[in-house]
């Protein structure tokens, strides 16, 4: 199943508008800024106030509207073109971790189960055994450090 039949029938449209707005609301708002900034600076010359310095006031926002129109419209494509990117890096810094660590893994893994192994057989050899929930107690203890049955022995 192509991504394309995955989205929702409006989907392809909407984004087609977008597009299109938002570089031309982007297009406009930079058109308004330099109408603005050039108002501005050719009223240096004279002793007037810029007449269309307010351009420049009304493009920033239109400008900002169409950046984000246009994020939106482009979102997909820049997401993927980004994991293309990404992924392959991601997984040879995972393979190169996975080599790198292979020898001291198994060194805790046996540590550990050497631990668990010396630990129960201890347990075994010095504690009882809970007749109610099976937990290894203390040997002088009378009653169950879990569920407070009474051990015997």
């Given at each position: 199943?192509?991504?394309?039949?995955k989205?929702?029938?409006?989907h392809?449209?909407?984004?087609q508008?977008?597009?299109?707005l938002g570089?031309?609301?982007?297009?406009?708002?930079?058109l308004?800024?330099?109408?603005?900034?050039?108002?501005f600076?050719?009223?240096?010359?004279s002793?007037g106030?810029?007449?269309?310095?307010?351009?420049?006031?009304?493009?920033?926002?239109?400008?900002f509207?169409?950046?984000?129109?246009?994020?939106?419209?482009?979102?997909?494509?820049?997401?993927?073109?980004?994991?293309?990117?990404?992924a392959p890096?991601?997984?040879?810094?995972?393979n190169?971790?996975?080599?790198?660590?292979?020898?001291?893994?198994?060194?805790?893994a046996?540590?550990?189960?050497e631990?668990?192994?010396?630990?129960?057989?201890?347990?075994?050899k010095?504690?009882?055994?809970?007749?109610?929930?099976?937990q290894?107690n203390?040997?002088?203890?009378?009653?169950?450090?879990?569920c407070?049955?009474?051990?015997?022995?």
């Amino acid at each position: 199943m192509s991504e394309e039949t995955k989205l929702d029938p409006k989907h392809t449209s909407t984004r087609q508008t977008l597009r299109v707005l938002g570089p031309t609301v982007a297009g406009i708002g930079v058109l308004l800024i330099v109408i603005g900034i050039g108002s501005f600076f050719a009223s240096f010359g004279s002793f007037g106030p810029p007449r269309y310095f307010w351009c420049a006031f009304l493009g920033m926002p239109l400008l900002f509207a169409g950046l984000v129109l246009s994020g939106f419209a482009f979102q997909g494509a820049m997401a993927r073109y980004q994991a293309g990117e990404v992924a392959p890096v991601a997984k040879d810094t995972l393979n190169y971790l996975a080599e790198g660590t292979q020898e001291g893994a198994r060194t805790m893994a046996a540590a550990m189960g050497e631990g668990l192994a010396t630990g129960l057989a201890d347990a075994e050899k010095t504690g009882n055994r809970c007749p109610r929930c099976s937990q290894f107690n203390d040997a002088d203890a009378k009653f169950c450090k879990h569920c407070g049955a009474g051990l015997t022995g």
